[in-house]
C-alpha cells in the first residue's frame, strides 16, 4: 500500500472526528480510508474516478451490512443465465439444488435477477436467500422472491456485485449462462489456482444428458492446459455433474472435516474437526510432502497469533510451510483430508 502523507494538522483531526464519531472498532482501518480519500481529494483525481472509489465504497458498506446479521450461516452462491425460462430443466435443476442446500441450513446467494437467479430464490425460500441485485437499463428488477424482504441490496458496478456473490460463500454451484456466467465461473477458478480465495466446492451442474460443461472441459484440457497456459490438473479441482444430489454432496462434504485455513508468517495451519493419527499424518505426507518447502506436514497446537485472537482454539490443526507455488494443489490437500478414516 502505498504511504499516505498528510500534515500532522489534519491527522489529528481525522482522529479527534473518529472520537467525536464514537469509532472504536477496526478504527486504525477507518483512519486509513479517511487518510486515502483526503489524499485523493489532493491529489489531481478525475471527477469519474472519484465518483467510482465513493460509489464502491458505499456499496461495500451496503452489502457488508445486509451479510452482517447471517455471518455464521453457510452460504453457496447460484450462477447462471437470467434468460433460463422456467420451463426449462437448467431451471429445475437451480431450484432442487438450492432447496436441498436450505433444508441443508444453507443460505442461497443469488445476482436477484430472473433466470437461474430466480430458481435459486425459489428452491431456498425468500429466509434462507441473500440476493446482490445488478442495476442495468435493460434488465428486469430483482425477483419478487427477495425484492419484499431484506435479504437484498443493488449495486452499480459489476466488480463489487461480483465481490459480495463470492466473498461471504463456502461453495459455488454454476449452472450453463452466457458471458457474464463464464465470467462469474472463471473469476473462481482463477482465484482458486492463484490462492487468492481460500480453497472452496465448486460444481458446474448440467440439466440431465446436458454436455454444456462437458464441452468447455474438453476445450480447457486441450487448448489451455494443452497449451501450457494451465496445470495439467487445475479443473480436477470442478466437479462436473448432472445430478443435483451429487452437486449438494460436493457442497456439503468439503467441509466433512476440513474446517478452515490461516496464515501465520510463512506457515499454513489447517484446521480440521478432526485430529489425525500418526499413520494418517504419514499419509499425508506421503502424497503431498512435496507441497511442503521444508519440514513436511506436522500437527500443531494453536500458534501464538490464534491464540491472541481466540482463533477457533478447540479445533486440531496441521501445518506446514508451504511452497507458495504449490498454492492451487491446496484443493487436493483438503479432499484428502475429508478422506482420512479418523474423519468417518
Not at 454454476?174 to 482458486?192: A, I, V
Amino acid at each position: 500500500m502505498t504511504d499516505v502523507t498528510l500534515s500532522d494538522d489534519v491527522r489529528a483531526g481525522i482522529d479527534e472526528l473518529l472520537s467525536e464519531a464514537d469509532v472504536q472498532e477496526n478504527r486504525a482501518l477507518i483512519s486509513r480510508m479517511l487518510h486515502t480519500a483526503i489524499a485523493m481529494g489532493q491529489d489531481p483525481t478525475a471527477r469519474l474516478d472519484a465518483k467510482i472509489a465513493s460509489a464502491a465504497l458505499s456499496e461495500m458498506r451496503d452489502a457488508f451490512r445486509l451479510f452482517a446479521p447471517f455471518s455464521e450461516v453457510p452460504k453457496a452462491t447460484i450462477f447462471g443465465s437470467a434468460r433460463t425460462q422456467e420451463d426449462d430443466p437448467l431451471y429445475r435443476q437451480a431450484h432442487d439444488v438450492a432447496q436441498s442446500l436450505s433444508r441443508a441450513g444453507w443460505m442461497v446467494v443469488t445476482g436477484a435477477g430472473p433466470g437461474i437467479m430466480q430458481a435459486g430464490a425459489e428452491g431456498a425460500g425468500g429466509d434462507m436467500s441473500i440476493g446482490v441485485s445488478i442495476r442495468l437499463p435493460f434488465e428486469e428488477k430483482p425477483n419478487d422472491i427477495i425484492a419484499g424482504e431484506s435479504h437484498v441490496v443493488s449495486m452499480k458496478y459489476f466488480f463489487t456485485r461480483k465481490l459480495m456473490l463470492m466473498k461471504e460463500s463456502r461453495g459455488f454451484v454454476c449452472l450453463p449462462g452466457g458471458f457474464g456466467t463464464m465470467d462469474e465461473m472463471f473469476e473462481l477458478l482463477t482465484l482458486q489456482q492463484t490462492g487468492k480465495a481460500e480453497p472452496m466446492p465448486i460444481v458446474l451442474l448440467d440439466r440431465v444428458g446436458g454436455t454444456y460443461w462437458q464441452a468447455l472441459d474438453a476445450y480447457v484440457r486441450e487448448h489451455l492446459a494443452g497449451g501450457g497456459y494451465i496445470a495439467e490438473d487445475d479443473m480436477d479441482r470442478v466437479l462436473i455433474t448432472d445430478s443435483v444430489d451429487e452437486a449438494v454432496a460436493e457442497v456439503l462434504g468439503f467441509w466433512h472435516n476440513y474446517d478452515s485455513l490461516r496464515w501465520v508468517g510463512d506457515q499454513l495451519v489447517l484446521r480440521l474437526k478432526h485430529t489425525p493419527t500418526d499413520n494418517e499424518i504419514t499419509a499425508l505426507n506421503d502424497q503431498f510432502g512435496d507441497l511442503a518447502v521444508t519440514g513436511g506436514i506436522t500437527r500443531t497446537e494453536p500458534l501464538a497469533p490464534e491464540k491472541s485472537d481466540n482463533d477457533l482454539l478447540h479445533l486440531p490443526r496441521i501445518m506446514l510451510q508451504l511452497n507458495q507455488f504449490r498454492v492451487g494443489s491446496l484443493h487436493r490437500l483438503v479432499r484428502a483430508i475429508n478422506a482420512l478414516p479418523s474423519a468417518r
